[in-house]
Nanobody, 122 residues
């Protein structure tokens, strides 16, 4: 059981990226999928989460109005759409899964992906 995160890269400020999270070995139908990020020298923080009932929760006020989360059941994929990127969004972004409901505390998540690096240049 694992998660595969992809889609990171280098982008200029103001640009967009879409990250993908694909579970392997399970379907996310019964799981909440959260996106977390960790910038160099900083603690990991929650960004966004989508529950098994498709409710979304923002954990980072700084991304409201710029980031959205969505799921495609047919592709068993959860997306993090990031628009109007800023240099302070630079971080390793990871997706994680926990049964049903979203939590801001990353310790509540059972399964983790390896992370994908997002670098935003000014």
């Amino acid at each position: 059981v694992q998660l595969q995160a992809s889609g990171g890269g280098l982008v200029q400020a103001g640009g967009s990226l879409r990250l993908s999270c694909v579970p392997s070995g399970f379907s996310f139908d019964d799981y909440a999928i959260g996106w977390f990020r960790q910038a160099p020298g900083k603690e990991r923080e929650g960004v966004l989460c989508i529950s098994s009932s498709s409710d979304t929760t923002y954990y980072a006020d700084s991304v409201k109005g710029r980031f959205t989360i969505s799921s495609d059941i047919a592709k068993n994929t959860v997306y993090l759409q990031m628009n109007s990127l800023k240099p302070e969004d630079t971080a390793v972004y990871s997706c994680a899964a926990t049964p049903r409901n979203c939590y801001s505390d990353y310790d509540r998540y059972y399964y983790w992906g390896q992370g994908t690096l997002v670098t935003v240049s000014s």
